[in-house]
């Protein structure tokens, strides 16, 4: 027979209370979830009692709160960072009757979450339905504000000249229509802040396309043409103040070289009233001077005795220079020397 051997006390409230311990436990975990909710710091809270919203019950502050558990009350919370929303590609006539196929896009964020709450509860209890909603309504309000284009000419979307673009405003148009829409007081209020308006693409058709080209070949080809009468003109005041400069430049070079040459004058007045005072002296120098210029170093001339640079290489005239004295040409012309000297003509 086996023998049955009792518990002891210890191991007989460790058997009984250890799970009690953790029912406990479990229990007491599943009542603080269903008792507390944490907002994050990029979200808000609307708690409801019994389905109704006021506005002590929303919850701005990021931290670990507390409720009653549900149904009693129940919490919503939203996410307050922007959000992007794209819509599809659209059809819209410019002022001038251009057809443009526009995409665009709108940057937008929950501002007042018990209005949006309010606005959007019919759609669903969880956050996710009610961005799809409200999204949906954004949508709409942005396709209609979208009329905007018709305002503005294709000339004026697209403009070679740099920064003269007018899309910027027609962003900004679109912008204060989607806001005054979605920004309405009182129960008409979406909640909602659109930030930003943009457009992504602009898509021309090939009737447009062709048309755009041609126009944006005219305003290159007129702005070639300006360029060129500019620089035409530029050039022209450059090379007329090019020959004023030159012309006065030689004014001065020939007034200066005048200043030179009388100068040269004066000083040479003294020196030729000396010479003429001597013409023999006179002549005595020229005939050194042509001389010095006429011979080279390495050269060989051969000349008629006749001529006047060879009249101070005689005997006479040699003995008359050691002795001071100046040489007598023997009644020969000295000007009629120094021209038989002259290129092209020899002595007789």
Request: glycine share 6%; with cysteine; net charge positive.
């Amino acid at each position: 027979m086996e023998r049955i051997v009792p518990l002891s006390p210890g191991v007989h409230a460790v058997r009984v209370f250890l799970p009690l311990t953790l029912a406990l436990f479990i229990v007491g975990g599943f009542l603080i979830y269903m008792c507390s909710f944490t907002v994050r710091f990029s979200e808000q809270a609307v708690v409801t009692t019994f389905g109704q919203v006021s506005a002590e019950g929303v919850v701005k502050e990021p931290g670990l709160r507390f409720k009653w558990p549900t149904p009693i009350q129940s919490v919503t919370l939203y996410d307050t960072r922007s959000r992007l929303l794209t819509t599809k590609n659209e059809t819209q006539q410019t002022a001038d009757d251009r057809q443009i196929v526009v995409q665009s896009f709108v940057v937008w964020r929950i501002s007042d979450p018990l209005a949006f709450y309010k606005k959007n509860r019919g759609q669903g209890a969880t956050a996710r339905e009610q961005y799809a909603k409200a999204e949906e309504q954004l949508t709409s309000q942005l396709r209609s504000a979208m009329s905007e284009v018709s305002r503005y000419r294709l000339g004026e979307l697209f403009s070679p000249q740099p920064g003269g673009s007018k899309i910027p405003e027609l962003e900004a148009d679109i912008l204060r229509r989607v806001r005054r829409a979605t920004t309405a007081e009182g129960p008409d209020s979406y909640g909602v802040e659109p930030v930003l308006v943009g457009i992504n693409s602009i898509v021309l058709p090939e009737a447009t396309t062709g048309e755009v080209f041609s126009r944006m070949t005219e305003s290159r080809k007129r702005l070639a043409a300006q360029a060129e009468s500019e620089g035409q003109a530029r050039a022209t005041a450059i090379r007329s103040e090019a020959q004023n400069a030159a012309k006065r430049i030689r004014e001065f070079a020939r007034f200066r070289a005048d200043q030179i040459r009388n100068q040269g004058d004066q000083e040479a007045t003294p020196y030729l009233a000396q010479l003429s005072a001597d013409p023999e002296l006179a002549s005595f120098l020229a005939l050194v001077t042509a001389m010095r210029e006429g011979f080279g170093r390495k050269l060989t001339y051969v000349m008629p005795a006749s001529m006047a640079e060879l009249l101070l290489l005689t005997p006479d005239a040699l003995r008359k220079v050691r002795a001071g004295e100046l040489p007598s040409f023997q009644g020969q012309s000295i000007d009629r020397a120094l021209r038989d000297t002259q290129p092209g003509r020899s002595a007789p």
